[in-house]
């Protein structure tokens, strides 16, 4: 087989596969959410309970990518900077949310935490509900996306060339100005990517929010439940022009994140040279 036939070969099979798995589902969200035309479509996204759901969507998964983008990278950090006993362990751990069912996390919150538990009734003795809250919806993205940062983080810091920081070290700099001038530079687009990829999962999580939010309309009722619900009522418009507005939320992130990563012309590189100008300055006495 030529080099070309192999090359249009290829070609053939990924675009199949994108069209086939990407393209026409998009695609026919889109067309299902458009279908009345836009005023359906703002008609549909503006319903009260349409509203609540997607700003509590949005502030949930908000709070969970910043639990998780800092938690995430310092677990990071003390995976591939420190000794801790059971390292192995605890390291294919943290890649348990990805094997459990979405669900039996769900359910092993509440078994763990609501009414019925120990803990559970401790806090509502005290007048503090778990369970059935915008607190519990939080709990559950946390768990469900907990690894992506420390997954985005690690290899950078792998990667990262030890004899820069003992150079910064031997120039007298601190491990304070190390950790903000050579390290923190070197993970920012592992750190920033974790943060958009818990967002996005976060925004279409379902299985295990539907158990733990209590699903109450107005309250405690999240934008992937709201639409299945509008789905089950043969409400196909509403439950695509959420789907629209979900896709759309995500997208956005996705950007702002080529954005921040790539403002400048070899972005990276920028705080790479700003590194060797502090070199420099500290080879004169002055930094």
């Not at 803990?119 to 607190?135: Q, R, Y």
């Not at 420390?150 to 700099?173: C, F, H, N, W, Y």
Request: net charge positive.
């Amino acid at each position: 087989m030529s080099k070309t036939i192999k090359k249009r070969f290829t070609f053939a099979t990924v675009s199949g596969f994108l069209l086939l798995l990407v393209v026409l589902p998009i695609g026919s969200i889109f067309v299902d959410a458009f279908q009345g035309g836009f005023h359906a479509f703002l008609s549909a996204v503006a319903q009260p309970m349409s509203l609540a759901a997607l700003k509590l969507t949005v502030i949930t998964s908000l709070i969970a990518a910043l639990i998780n983008t800092i938690a995430g990278t310092l677990v990071a950090f003390g995976f591939e900077r420190h000794r801790i006993p059971g390292k192995t362990l605890l390291n294919s751990a943290v890649d348990m949310p990805f094997a459990i069912p979405t669900t039996v996390s769900g359910l092993t919150f509440i078994f763990l935490y609501g009414p019925a538990s120990p803990i559970g009734k401790w806090f509502a003795s005290h007048g503090i509900k778990l369970m059935f809250s915008p607190f519990a919806i939080v709990l559950a993205l946390v768990f469900i996306t907990f690894p992506y940062t420390i997954r985005s983080v690690q290899p950078l810091l792998d990667d990262l060339d030890g004899r820069m920081e003992e150079a910064a070290k031997t120039l007298g700099a601190s491990g304070g100005m190390i950790l903000r001038t050579i390290v923190l530079p070197t993970v920012a687009p592992g750190v920033i990517s974790g943060f958009t990829l818990t967002f996005s999962r976060a925004m279409a999580e379902f299985g295990s929010v539907v158990l733990v939010s209590g699903n109450l309309p107005m309250r405690t009722q999240v934008s992937s439940v709201y639409l299945y619900g509008l789905s089950q009522n043969y409400d196909n418009q509403g439950a695509a022009a959420i789907s629209v507005v979900l896709l759309v939320i995500s997208f956005i992130a996705l950007v702002a994140q080529f954005y921040i990563l790539h403002r400048q012309p070899g972005g990276r590189s920028t705080a790479r040279s700003s590194r060797i100008r502090w070199f420099q300055r500290a080879d004169r006495g002055v930094a």
